[in-house]
């Protein structure tokens, strides 16, 4: 089975699905470990990978770069972030390629114009719904695997409010999208308006962003609402970040770490049970032993 065919599968089930955020091999192991149904990658994390802000300065190639190690390292069905597509209708095409080369299981595409930003800020710049159902209808169409989720995110609730996110929204299910996203709520009222419109007709994801402008609500309620999955775009590297800062912080004042040993994973947690030095090593050593007594062979030959 495909990362797609499981995502498909875990979107059939009759359950609320959680997506927490990673932006490295390491963080989505991580989640991964912590028994979360699907990966979240995130084009506004990983531009931290560059050192860019996440106003659309990352290229497509890079983007995939980043992901494909996501994609390989774990089992569990990774959803990205394919921001407006990267250009036209071509680099749509290639993007859906792209990813479900690597084993993206469902992307989603925004309908910003350039300079895109992320939905959380003010000032975004729409293209019109249009040119945004035709990105969509390209990606539906090109996609080699059928069961790859296809997600229309929705940016307009902020630029031309509700009813226009709404009518756009509809637009971009005719042209088949999977899966609806509205991004930035501004209120539950808002929320409570687009579950009540569109949650018997299509399946709906909501973005949790700590400090965000969409009220972070609990899975239940978000359940009750009508949602069927959520993702934590940033929790991971917000927490990663503090984490960082006070070892850091400690390492440089005290001359040490051991002040914080305590909340530091093990080094070999990290780097045998989360990227494998173990099978690794044995690898090389069943080559090793086979090179030994081909050696052995060659010189009771010779």
């Known amino acids: 089975m495909s990362q797609a065919q499981s995502l498909r599968a875990l979107l059939a089930q009759d359950r609320f699905l959680m997506a927490a955020g990673a932006y490295d091999v390491i963080s989505a192991r991580l989640v991964e470990d912590a028994g979360f149904p699907l990966v979240y990658y995130s084009g506004g994390v990983s531009a931290g990978a560059l050192g860019y802000p996440d106003f659309g300065l990352r290229t497509l190639t890079e983007m995939v770069m980043q992901l494909e190690g996501v994609c390989r390292a774990v089992g569990t069905p990774v959803i990205a972030d394919a921001e407006a597509g990267f250009g036209s209708v071509l680099n749509t095409a290639r993007l859906v390629f792209d990813f479900e080369r690597i084993g993206v299981a469902g992307l989603h595409l925004e309908d910003q114009d350039s300079p895109r930003r992320c939905g959380h800020l003010g000032g975004k710049v729409l293209v019109s719904a ?12 090109n996609r080699t695997n059928p069961d790859t989720v296809i997600i229309a995110r929705v940016d307009a609730i902020a630029v031309h409010g509700i009813e226009d996110a709404m009518a756009r929204a509809d637009a971009y299910l005719d042209a088949g999208a999977d899966m609806l996203f509205f991004e930035a709520f501004e209120s539950v009222k808002q929320m409570e308006r687009v579950c009540t419109r569109f949650a018997k007709r299509t399946l709906l994801l909501v973005n949790m962003v700590e400090g965000g402008k969409t009220p972070f609500l609990p899975v239940r309620d978000l359940e009750d609402l009508g949602f069927k999955v959520a993702i934590y775009p940033v929790s991971s590297v917000l927490a990663a970040s503090f984490q960082m800062r006070k070892a850091l912080r400690a390492l440089r004042e005290t001359g040490t770490t051991q002040s914080v040993w305590h909340e530091m994973l093990p080094f070999g947690e990290v780097f ?26 060659r010189r009771r030959n010779d």
């Open 130 to 141: 249009q040119e945004h159902a035709t990105k969509i209808r390209v990606a539906t169409d």
């Open 272 to 297: 045998n049970g989360l990227l494998g030095w173990d099978q690794a090593l044995a690898f090389i050593d069943q080559y090793a032993e086979k090179k030994k007594d081909d050696n052995s062979g």
